[in-house]
């Protein structure tokens, strides 16, 4: 499937939402709460409809989401105005998006896999920034044998993607039964210092 195909897969599929639909923060981002910085620079990584996005927008973060989908990205500014949050959404294809270096405190990658972009993650987060990443492996094959397998994790995968962070959650193992891989680490503040809690 080429990019525009999966474009509009995505756009057929918000589509049908009804107009006043508002998507949930994903859980892992609630239960992370405490270990976020408490204001600053957040990205979305393939936003949607902005679940994430607004939780981070009622908590001031100045958010930004990045999306192919621009049906997605009219629903979800759509919701932001009727609720009075403000974020920055961006309409962009991801595998030929470049992220600025060293501008962001938070980082969400979500229900979304893009090994390339994970030098791009590392070197947009500021020192002591926060990574986020949580997506289905493999064992969703079990559930859903015609999902392709490249955007699926190798359960174990994500604790070698970003070597310069120290890892603060993560259920990712190799003999891991669940269908969903996330890992939560912090950059290193300097080659020797991190962030403490």
């Known amino acids: ?39 600053g620079e957040a990205l979305d990584l393939a936003c949607g409809i902005g679940g994430n996005l607004c939780w981070l927008a009622v908590r001031k973060y100045q958010a930004t989401g990045v999306d192919s989908s621009p049906v997605a990205l009219e629903h979800c500014r759509r919701l932001l105005s009727v609720a009075g949050l403000q974020t920055t959404l961006v309409e962009a294809d991801l595998d030929n998006h470049a992220l600025p270096h060293t501008h962001f405190d938070l980082v969400l990658m979500i229900r979304y896999l893009n090994r390339r972009l994970i030098p791009a993650i590392s070197a947009t987060l500021r020192p002591g920034g926060l990574v986020i990443i949580k997506t289905f492996n493999r064992n969703h094959l079990r559930r859903a044998p015609g999902f392709n397998p490249d955007y699926l994790l190798t359960p174990g995968e994500l604790h070698d993607w970003f070597p310069g962070m120290t890892c603060l959650a993560s259920n990712d193992d190799p003999a891991m039964a669940a269908a969903t891989s996330y890992w939560v680490g912090r950059k290193l503040v300097s080659d020797n210092q991190i962030i403490r809690e």
């Open 1 to 39: 499937m080429n990019v525009r195909q999966d474009q509009q897969r995505w756009d057929k599929k918000y589509r049908a939402l009804p107009a006043d639909w508002m998507a949930a923060p994903d859980a892992l981002l609630e239960r992370c709460a405490h270990l976020l910085p408490p204001h």
